[in-house]
T-cell receptor, first 115, second 114 residues
Framework: AQSVTQLGSHVSVSEGALVLLRCNYSSSVPPYLFWYVQYPNQGLQLLLKYTSAATLVKGINGFEAEFKKSETSFHLTKPSAHMSDAAEYFCAVSDANFGNEKLTFGTGTRLTIIP | EAGVVQSPRYKIIEKKQPVAFWCNPISGHNTLYWYLQNLGQGPELLIRYENEEAVDDSQLPKDRFSAERLKGVDSTLKIQPAELGDSAVYLC????????????FGNGTRLTVT
């Protein structure tokens, strides 16, 4: 079975500061990894995905994530936080057999931006 | 392009009553998903359709939940009878199909059972 653990259900950063949201995965097969963002009262939107190509993945809105097999991690970062980044962020895992068809989501991290 | 449309946005019912949620996927998207999102949790897959066929309903509680996707377009998810523990957000998503096609989510239906 696959799973993801998101460390920190709430993260607060100042506007302009580095954003770091942590995700560790567990998988018995090579994983596919995803980050989704959910703005208030909206559905989820794909930020970026890792599907066994480049380990550093760039996504929308200036976010990026690095796949580190040795650490079983896929942390999400952004160099400079904007007020519009305030949202809930979900890490998800799957594998090559199922890809997007069978995602296992983490419990989410709520990001607050301090003016 | 129009996104995934779900209705209603909010629904409040008393326990033991039936309830239904409707989803209209993005035009041309053959794959449709229903997810359940409990408060403070990530989404959990309930059912996946390929066209009109339910290809993965292993996580759907079939004693009270049912779903259909007539003609392979719109879909309805029903709960009968509803229980207090069913209070959650029900998300619909669609994709072109295949393992790498991104999911497009609707805004969800927030169900409150009293």
């Amino acid at each position: 079975a696959q799973s993801v653990t998101q460390l920190g259900s709430h993260v607060s950063v100042s506007e302009g500061a580095l954003v770091l949201l942590r995700c560790n995965y567990s998988s018995s097969v090579p994983p596919y990894l995803f980050w989704y963002v959910q703005y208030p009262n909206q559905g989820l939107q794909l930020l970026l995905k890792y599907t066994s190509a480049a380990t550093l993945v760039k996504g929308i809105n200036g976010f990026e994530a690095e796949f580190k097999k040795s650490e079983t991690s896929f942390h999400l970062t952004k160099p400079s936080a904007h007020m519009s980044d305030a949202a809930e962020y979900f890490c998800a895992v799957s594998d090559a057999n199922f890809g997007n068809e069978k995602l296992t989501f983490g419990t989410g991290t709520r990001l607050t931006i301090i003016p | 392009e129009a996104g995934v449309v779900q209705s209603p946005r909010y629904k409040i019912i008393e326990k033991k009553q039936p309830v239904a949620f409707w989803c209209n996927p993005i035009s041309g998207h053959n794959t449709l998903y229903w997810y359940l999102q409990n408060l403070g949790q990530g989404p959990e897959l309930l059912i996946r359709y390929e066209n009109e066929e339910a290809v993965d309903d292993s996580q759907l509680p079939k004693d009270r939940f049912s779903a259909e996707r007539l003609k392979g377009v719109d879909s309805t998810l029903k709960i009968q009878p509803a229980e207090l523990g069913d209070s959650a957000v029900y998300l619909c998503a669609s994709s072109l199909g295949g393992t790498l096609s991104p999911l497009h989510f609707g805004n969800g239906t927030r169900l409150t059972v009293t």
